[in-house]
Nanobody
Framework: VQLQASGGGWVQAGGSLRLACVGS????????MGWFRQAPGKEREFVAG????????YADSVKGRFTVARDNSEKMVFHLQMNSLKPADTAVYYC????????????????WGRGTLVTVSS
């Protein structure tokens, strides 16, 4: 199982970025897919996730600004649309997958993609 995240970059505060995560090696149809981030000197934290059923979950800090979606034609692709970005959103973003429902506990995920850096300037 491999995950590949992409779409990070530099953006000014108030701007938008769209991250993508592509999975390979097996079907993710029954997997929960999560996005996490880790800022320098901070712990990895849950950002958003989507279950195989399509139910979505968000950290309070990103509700109303971020949207996670899954490409139903290919359940191995999912996205994180990030709007109204703030400097506090600056971090390395990771996508992860776990069999079963998503969890905010990053330790419960078995499969991780390489992170993609998001930098938001003020």
């Amino acid at each position: 199982v491999q995950l590949q995240a992409s779409g990070g970059g530099w953006v000014q505060a108030g701007g938008s970025l769209r991250l993508a995560c592509v999975g390979s090696g097996r079907s993710f149809a029954t997997y929960g897919m999560g996005w996490f981030r880790q800022a320098p000197g901070k712990e990895r934290e849950f950002v958003a996730g989507i279950n195989w059923s399509g139910n979505t979950y968000y950290a309070d800090s990103v509700k109303g600004r971020f949207t996670v979606a899954r490409d139903n034609s290919e359940k191995m692709v999912f996205h994180l649309q990030m709007n109204s970005l703030k400097p506090a959103d600056t971090a390395v973003y990771y996508c992860a997958a776990r069999e079963g429902p998503i969890s905010a506990d990053w330790n419960s995920y078995d499969n991780w993609g390489r992170g993609t850096l998001v930098t938001v300037s003020s």
